[in-house]
Structures are given as C-alpha cells and as structure tokens.
C-alpha cells in the first residue's frame, strides 16, 4: 500500500510470544489464534489491515510458529512474511530487533502486538493518521500497574510507559492501545534504539521501552489518535478473554 504522500506501508505484527500470564483449557498455543467469533485475533487484524488497503504485512512468529504457518494456509488472503525470533522466550525488544530489517526497509511501518482484538474504528485511524508518527490512545481505562500509559500534553504524548514519569508536565493520561505508526525515519530509529537495547543486554525488555525512547528523544514528534469508545482489549490473562467475549466482541464490525 502507499499513502497519500506516496510512501508505501507496512505492518509488522509482533506474535513471537508464548503468552505464559494467559492460562486458558481452550488454547495453549500463540495467543494469536485465540478465536472470538469464529475468527482468531490474527486473522481479524490482517483482514482489517487488508480492508484498509495494507497489504504488505509481517508477521513475527516464535512459539508454536507452526500453528501460525497453518493458520495463515486456510486464510483467503495475500500471505504475510513471516520471520522468526528463535528465542521468542526471552522478550518483545528481541523480537522487535529481530525483524529490525522490516523497519529500516523504507516507507511508513505499522508496529502492532498481535493479541489486541478490536475492529476498523481502531485500524483505520491508525493507517490513516495525518501524522508521520502516531499512537493510538484510549483516554477510558481503568488505573493500575497492568495498562501502559500515555503522558498527553496539549494532545502531544510525552511519555510512554507502565509507571510513566509524572513530574513531565501533563494535563491527560490515556491507555496504549499497543499499536504504532512510524514514518520512515521514526521507524529507523526506533530499529537502531532496540540494537544498542539488545546489544546492552536488554533483549528481555519490553519493545515499548524502545518506543518510550524514541518518543523522550524529541527529535520525531508523535500524534495521539483518540479512540475512546472504540471496541478493543489487549488479551494478556484469563479475564481479558472474558471480557473479549462479553463486551467487546458483541460491539465488533468487521470491514472488508
């Protein structure tokens, strides 16, 4: 796909992961194929990603890749490149290293975590953000250590994280939905900050660390798209699924 400026675009799924804070009887494979509706998490988010006209996609796989690889054969859609983080186990920034080749290969990059269930009012207003770089941010949530937060400033996010610095002059505070738009230069960055993570030893560390560094750095200035009220939840242990199930799910559309 390419944008309005002629940039192309596309999105790296993040679904290396085992998931071990989720214990559910139903699946214990890649929280990816947890199924509501019929439809596993991945498969809704590439066809909401296609519905939008983003058809170069990549998808990080690790544990039980082979479930994933089978997934994908029964789908009626483009095939995703897929690129595996053989050690899956150890975190998020290794992944993000891992397919750092994806993110320095030019054009706008969507990064998203694959066990985000949600429908197009969350997709589109990232694929059709005016900005170069944007986060998605759900001023509706409930406080906690769990979500990560966004510092908001004038609508401009300041920071990024679980426990967020709250001496950063802010006048809101927003939950991550986890998903990323990064334009050409913020998404080389973003690579080469995750490099010098690993590289130090920090392979273990969640990828938003990365994010939130790239975001303080100040030198690529990030939007915060709203999408309150929009259906979604990040699935990460057993209550998420019930909720998916109970109130997010029923509120679901699917565009294509």
């Given at each position: 796909?390419?944008?309005?400026?002629?940039?192309?675009?596309?999105?790296?799924?993040?679904?290396?992961?085992?998931?071990?804070?989720?214990?559910?009887?139903?699946?214990?494979?890649p929280k990816c194929l947890l199924r509501f509706g019929g439809m596993s998490l991945l498969e809704r988010q590439l066809r909401e990603l296609h519905a939008c006209g983003v058809t170069q996609v990549v998808v990080a796989t690790g544990y039980a890749h082979?479930?994933?690889?089978?997934?994908?054969?029964?789908?009626?859609?483009?095939?995703?490149?897929?690129?595996?983080?053989?050690?899956?186990?150890?975190?998020?920034?290794?992944?993000?290293?891992?397919?750092?080749?994806?993110?320095?290969?030019?054009?706008?990059?969507?990064?998203?975590?694959?066990?985000?269930?949600?429908?197009?009012?969350?997709v589109g207003p990232l694929v059709h953000a005016p900005s170069a770089n944007a986060l998605l941010v759900d001023r509706d949530f409930e406080p906690g250590e769990e979500p990560v937060k966004v510092l908001l400033r004038e609508g401009v996010p300041v920071d990024l994280a679980k426990r967020p610095d709250s001496d950063l002059p802010h006048d809101a505070v927003g939950e991550s939905v986890g998903f990323f738009r990064l334009g050409e230069a913020a998404a080389a960055a973003l690579a080469g900050i995750v490099r010098v993570s690993v590289t130090a030893g920090g392979a273990a560390l969640p990828h938003e660390d990365a994010v939130r560094d790239l975001l303080r750095a100040g030198e690529h200035r990030f939007a915060a798209v709203d999408v309150t009220g929009a259906p979604w939840t990040e699935i990460d242990f057993s209550h998420d699924v019930e909720r998916a199930r109970a109130d997010v799910l029923p509120r679901l559309t699917l565009e294509v």
């Open positions: 796909m390419r944008t309005r400026t002629g940039e192309s675009m596309r999105a790296v799924i993040l679904a290396a992961g085992r998931g071990k804070r989720l214990e559910t009887r139903e699946r214990p494979g082979e479930e994933i690889e089978r997934e994908l054969d029964l789908l009626d859609l483009p095939r995703p490149t897929l690129v595996r983080n053989e050690r899956y186990e150890l975190g998020s920034m290794l992944t993000v290293d891992v397919v750092g080749p994806q993110l320095t290969a030019g054009g706008t990059v969507l990064l998203m975590d694959a066990d985000v269930l949600c429908d197009a009012r969350v």
